[in-house]
């Protein structure tokens, strides 16, 4: 005879959330940036050489994040008991961990040339406005190859794409996932429906990785060289910038 397993002691079914959840997170953004942005204005105003425009956005924006995802943590544990770094498949390592190091210095090949078939125009986006002297240039770069990478991936293959493919299944939840994604970037690229659609290319390559490695972190890896590889390039083409 078996004796059944505790309530609390079960593994739930995968994903264990569901859209209200989804739309309580959504509607948690606006917020957590709010709030991010009136502690960091704040204490910025302290300050008697106020710092440079980077250093603000950044730390606007990954407070904004760490709020963010304080909500989540908060949502994951008391609503279901579940642990957040888990809960989000991060696992280490995953199959086939070194072939993933190639993958987002090759896509960013693969977007480059896809970008030249489509006449994509050249945009001064808001972020390049940004890199405007060493330090700025240097701290853009960091956060864009791993915080950054990491609180996106977090977001989009660890949180949404388990619900999006449970709803539309693989193919159909990895596009939908990537839809936000590309959207949210869109700005950055005065809508450039070029850029948007390469970057929801991209997107669905990252979704993928999280599919088949069954691993948030191994997304995250790829995005991150994603971006370390177009942080290099800049960096070779603006390199008196830095010296």
């Not at 008697?48 to 943590?73: D, R």
């Not at 659609?197 to 997107?203: G, T, V, Y």
Request: some cysteine; glycine content about 6%; proline content about 7%.
């Amino acid at each position: 005879m078996t004796v059944p397993q505790p309530l609390e002691s079960r593994e739930p079914s995968f994903p264990f959330w569901n859209w209200i959840d989804a739309a309580m997170f959504a509607g948690l953004a606006l917020p957590c940036l709010l709030l991010a942005m009136a502690i960091t204005q704040g204490v910025f105003h302290l300050f008697t050489e106020p710092p440079s425009l980077a250093i603000k956005a950044l730390a606007m924006q990954f407070l904004g994040y760490a709020f963010w995802f304080g909500s989540l943590w908060l949502m994951l544990k008391f609503r279901y008991g579940q642990p957040f770094w888990r809960s989000m498949a991060w696992r280490i390592p995953w199959p086939r961990t070194a072939l993933t190091l190639s993958i987002g210095p090759l896509l960013v090949v693969v977007v480059v040339v896809l970008g030249e078939v489509l006449h994509t125009p050249v945009i001064d986006n808001s972020i390049q406005r940004l890199l405007r002297d060493r330090l700025s240039i240097l701290l853009v770069g960091f956060f864009a190859t791993t915080l950054g990478p990491l609180a996106e991936e977090l977001i989009f293959r660890g949180f949404l794409q388990p619900l999006t493919i449970r709803t539309c299944g693989v193919a159909g939840g990895i596009a939908l996932a990537s839809v936000p994604f590309a959207l949210l970037h869109g700005p950055q690229y005065a809508w450039s429906w070029q850029h948007v659609l390469l970057l929801f290319l991209a997107s669905a390559v990252f979704g993928v990785v999280r599919w088949k490695s069954g691993s948030t972190a191994a997304a995250t890896l790829v995005h991150a060289t994603y971006n370390l590889t177009f942080y290099t390039g800049f960096l070779l083409q603006r390199k008196e910038l830095l010296f």
